[in-house]
Nanobody, 128 residues
Framework: AQKLVESGGGSVQAGGSLRLSCATP???????MGWFRQAPGKEREGVAA?????????YYDDSVKGRFTIALDKVKNTITLQMSDLKPEDTAMYYC?????????????????????WGQGTQVTVSS
């Protein structure tokens, strides 16, 4: 069975950087692939997503635009999330997700409703 495995989480001070990776063995990248996060007491929210077909489009939540970058490496079968200028409010469990359908890409790639495969998550903690 296909399985998403996140890594790269940790603890950093505000202003620091982290790079999350999601191993995606066996996936064919035919629709949205995304990163989500969930802080304690809050709902899960879309952070960044990438739609690999038709030129590879990326989508970002306003809260991370200019600070986070999502990338897909089809050779290494990984999706990365480079996070810079981290803030305490970025503290959350971060999840990788895959849409295994043949859906089109768009802003809905930031909605968890679009996804059917999820990783177990990796914790990111940012201290002030």
């Amino acid at each position: 069975a296909q399985k998403l495995v996140e890594s790269g989480g940790g603890s950093v001070q505000a202003g620091g950087s982290l790079r999350l990776s999601c191993a995606t063995p066996g996936y064919t990248y035919r629709a949205c692939m995304g990163w989500f996060r969930q802080a304690p007491g809050k709902e899960r929210e879309g952070v960044a997503a990438i739609y690999p077909r038709g030129g590879s489009r990326s989508y970002y939540d306003d809260s991370v635009k200019g600070r986070f970058t999502i990338a897909l490496d089809k050779v290494k079968n990984t999706i990365t999330l480079q996070m810079s200028d981290l803030k305490p409010e970025d503290t959350a469990m971060y999840y990788c997700a895959a849409d295994t359908s043949f859906s089109d890409g768009g802003e809905w790639c930031l909605s968890e409703l679009q996804y059917d495969d999820w990783g177990q998550g990796t914790q990111v903690t940012v201290s002030s």
